[in-house]
């Protein structure tokens, strides 16, 4: 299986700066055929679902804020929050569908 | 308004069945893959078995390969875990999801609620 390993496990950010979350994969998710990175982030709010925000590594799901993004190739990924509003304190998880079973990173919990 | 809904939940002992059930709405059922993906209390996000679009191939986690069956109606718009033998550690939230495409080489677009399970004497 591959692991997902995200960095770090909480986040503390003020209001209106960056967050930045890492997510390493223990092989390469980048399918050669395609040339896409099999990556995806989710955020998930207290008491509710995760909610898709970024798949493909880098392309914004339909109706999710520009202030999100998505970079990386291969093993080393990268969720960007510019500009943190009080809304997007959550917990942010990393998924590869490279491969059987698709796998989630353990989480990083961003905070005020 | 594309919408999942989960169902089947419930107190079981160990060594017991439960069969989830997910009414999906709002969208053409037979054109996507379905996944099932668990959450523990307080824990992170668990996929626990797959489906395509026609039935045709499934996929299991190691850890309930065996014991759980996926299976869906399309006539009826709905996924299903069969879920036997349960232990204490399948105590969960049980999500029905959404696959972006026919199979779940993808990424999950649409999560139900979810559904409580708990696994105990």
Redesign the interface.
Known sequence: DIVMTQSPDSLAVSLGERATINCKSSQSVLYSSNNYN?L?W?QQKPG?????LI?WASTR?SGVPDRFSGSGSGTDFTLSITSLQAEDVAVY?C?Q??S????????TKVEL | EVQLVESGGGVVRPGGSLRLSCAASGFTFDDYGMSWVRQAPGKGLEWVSGINWNGGSTGYADSVKGRFTISRDNAKNSLYLQMNSLRAEDTALYHCTRCRGGTCYNAFDIWGQGTMVSVSS
């Not at chain 1, 509710?48 to 898709?52: E, I």
């Not at chain 1, 059987?100 to 989480?107: D, I, K, N, R, V």
Request: hydrophobic content about 20%; cysteine-free.
């Open positions: 099999h995806a989710y509710q679902p995760p909610k898709l798949y799901e998880y998924q569908y490279y059987f079973p698709p796998t989630f990173g353990q989480g």
